[in-house]
């Protein structure tokens, strides 16, 4: 049965879901989530695999020890190594989703030695994008995110939400037409909003620093992704030496919830070829 723990990790208690026995595999929440937003696959993982999940600093329903003062991608990065060495169980296999798989990133890049396989969904690094014409692509994205943005200012974080949600899912009315259970994960994650916009840059990966990366890389992309996630998805995989790039049919960002039989059936080829 599922049980959930808890682990200190520099000064922060983080709360974690494990399940199941064997390789450990470590599972890596995005932006305005927690150790919730992998349900999907929990199931099917746990059947052959150590399934851990674990909320993030500031994640997750526990209260904050400060403000979000120490919201960055670098903090999140540094946690996860803690946390990964606290587990006793050598390299593990990790799994990220968008900002979650920009941490596994620096992870993979600053502690290799806690690295058994990356398997990345569409993971946001965006240092890692040099091609101008890709930069381009990137910036006229991310004014999509200016609404968003506003309603986090004017302290509206339900109303930021759901215009974040509806541009990552490429689709206005996305938010709404969630089941009703993440919609409720993903409110209550709102709070991060200020600090997730609000924070400093991440560590300044270069495509040369991802192509250090040896343990086995896949990355994962949605079919009807929009194209700010498909080209740091491209990206990351040309970066590294031998990653391999899959392709989810009929969905788009969400692709873990949104088809996640096929999700699902990918990761465990990648984990069962280790």
């Known amino acids: 049965a599922p049980t959930m723990k808890q682990a200190l990790v520099d000064g922060v208690t983080l709360n974690y879901l494990e399940q199941g026995q064997g390789t450990t595999v470590v599972f890596v929440h995005g932006a305005f989530s927690d150790h919730r937003n992998w349900d999907a696959q929990r199931a099917e993982v746990s ?10 600093r500031y994640f997750g329903t526990a209260p904050w020890a400060d403000n979000a003062t120490r919201y960055s991608l670098a903090n999140h990065a540094n946690d996860l190594a803690a946390f990964i060495q606290q587990l006793h169980s050598g390299p593990v296999h990790v799994v990220g989703w968008s900002y979650g798989g920009a941490i596994a990133l620096v992870l993979a890049t600053k502690r290799p030695d806690l690295v058994r396989s990356l398997f990345l969904n569409e993971p946001s690094l965006g240092s890692i994008i040099s091609d101008p014409a890709d930069q381009q692509t990137l910036a006229e994205e991310r004014k999509g995110l200016a609404p968003a943005v506003a309603a986090s200012k ?3 974080q339900a109303q930021s939400l759901q215009l974040f949600a509806d541009w990552v899912n490429n689709q206005p009315g996305s938010f709404a037409a969630l089941p009703l259970a993440m919609r409720n994960v993903h409110l209550e994650n709102a709070r991060t909003l200020p600090a997730h916009f609000a924070s400093p840059s991440p560590p300044a990966i ?3 620093q991802l192509g250090q990366i040896k343990v086995p890389v896949v990355v994962a992309k949605g079919q009807q ?8 998805a491209d990206t ?3 970066c590294i030496p031998g990653a391999r790039i899959i392709v989810t049919p ?3 960002h969400m692709a873990p919830a949104q088809n996640a039989s096929a999700f699902n059936a990918a990761l465990l080829t990648h984990l069962d070829s280790q």
Do not use: H
Request: hydrophobic share 30%.
């Open 154 to 156: 004017a302290n509206d």
């Open 236 to 238: 990351t995989q040309r």
């Open 250 to 252: 009929n969905a788009g």
């Open 206 to 208: 270069s495509c040369s």
């Open 47 to 56: 059947k052959r695999y150590r399934f851990i999940a674990s909320d993030q």
């Open 225 to 232: 992704s929009r194209p700010f996630f498909t080209v740091l």
